[in-house]
């Protein structure tokens, strides 16, 4: 690794400048403008021991890369002990604040939006402008000591730390510009660590197949077992079963809508034959629950005709030679006055028993008004 790299990856980069290049900002005050001057009471900062000791193993690489004697050694430790520092120090407030916004956000789930990372992009450039301009006082001190063979290296690569910290700078300025893109720029992408979005996707997809599995173990209603028997009926294959049962829920969905949308009357109906005392307020008020329970039959019969749709003419033809055509064709018809089982109210025992699951104040959870084959 190249002087130069070292001393700003190294150093900076690694400790500090991991925010700089990071793509995220993490939770901050909105109306912050400038930079902190306010050191955090949270978060991580180096001691003065911590500071020399890496300072020590950074100057012993670069040591070993120029072929440093003793005392250039010493004078390279005296240098970068005298420069680095106190950069850090002057500027703690801002460079912590950073820090602790940069692991904050590391610790959440998704990206931060565009804007964030503009602001945050924003404070971070004269940092990084300063630093450069720390890291040239160090080349210029380390050319007072280093012999023709080590300024040759120096000068090679401090070209390309001035080209690296360009590109920096470009990226942070693409950034203050808003043109940050989290899909392609969050830092936890390529990770491992799911999004907020996935996260969110994998809970959604949890909990709809916990639904369909209560759905399947809760008590079928009439519409159901109708449709399950139609299908059984005419043997459908897949593709058509997928369409059987997206017509049922569509059904399904639209009656449970109108019987919400009509609860109030449905018990105010229900009340009142329940208390109805005479024959003809009985008689009444069946009249006005059948008036009212019309729609949902049409409901249904609107799930029957679409039913019809999906049976091939093979799938007819087999079905009739089983003998269950006709047997579908009687429960399609309405049941007339006689078929329907009289009881003391009036209405019909399938109908007593909606009203029953209905508990008087609640539309129905699942048994329509169809009649018993």
């Not at 703690?92 to 916004?101: G, K, P, S, W, Y």
């Not at 639209?254 to 008689?283: G, V």
């Not at 249904?300 to 030679?321: N, S």
Request: charged share 35%; hydrophobic share 35%; glycine share 4%.
């Amino acid at each position: 690794m190249n002087l130069k790299v070292r001393l700003a990856g190294t150093l900076i980069l690694a400790m500090f400048a991991t925010a700089a290049l990071a793509q995220d900002i993490g939770e901050r005050d909105e109306d912050r403008s400038r930079r902190a001057d306010k050191i955090p009471t949270e978060g991580f900062w180096p001691t003065q021991k911590m500071m020399e000791r890496f300072i020590n193993r950074i100057t012993d690489g670069i040591s070993d890369e120029y072929d440093f004697d003793d005392d250039q050694l010493e004078m390279t430790r005296d240098l970068f002990k005298a420069q680095f520092p106190e950069f850090l120090n002057e500027n703690r407030a801002e460079i912590q604040t950073l820090l602790n916004e940069y692991f904050e956000a590391l610790l959440d789930d998704g990206p931060p939006a565009p804007e964030e990372v503009a602001e945050w992009a924003g404070r971070v450039q004269p940092l990084m402008a300063e630093f450069g301009e720390v890291c040239d006082e160090v080349t210029e001190g380390m050319r007072e000591y280093i012999n023709d063979e080590q300024m040759v290296m120096l000068d090679a690569q401090y070209v390309a730390f001035q080209t690296g910290m360009k590109m920096v700078q470009n990226k942070l300025a693409i950034w203050a510009d808003g043109d940050y893109d989290p899909e392609t720029e969050w830092i936890r992408q390529n990770s491992g660590h799911r999004s907020r979005e996935e996260r969110e996707d994998a809970e959604r997809a949890t909990e709809e197949a916990e639904a369909e599995r209560a759905a399947a173990e809760a008590p079928k209603d009439q519409w159901t077992i109708y449709t399950e028997q139609f299908i059984e009926r005419y043997q459908l294959n897949d593709e058509q079963k997928q369409k059987a049962f997206e017509f049922l829920r569509r059904q399904q969905e639209a009656r449970d809508r109108y019987l919400r949308r009509n609860a109030d009357e449905m018990a105010h109906i229900t009340k009142l034959l329940t208390e109805a005392e005479s024959d003809e307020a009985r008689a009444a008020s069946v009249e006005a629950y059948e008036r009212l329970n019309a729609p949902v039959d049409r409901i249904f019969e609107q799930l029957k005709d679409r039913l019809d749709t999906l049976p091939t003419r093979a799938q007819r033809k087999a079905a009739a030679a089983a003998g269950l055509v006709e047997d579908d064709e009687r429960r399609r018809k309405p049941p007339t006055p006689a078929s329907r089982p009289a009881s003391e109210s009036g209405l019909s025992k399938e109908k007593l028993e909606n009203l029953e699951e209905l508990g008087y104040v609640k539309p129905p959870a699942s048994q329509p008004t169809t009649p018993e084959p």
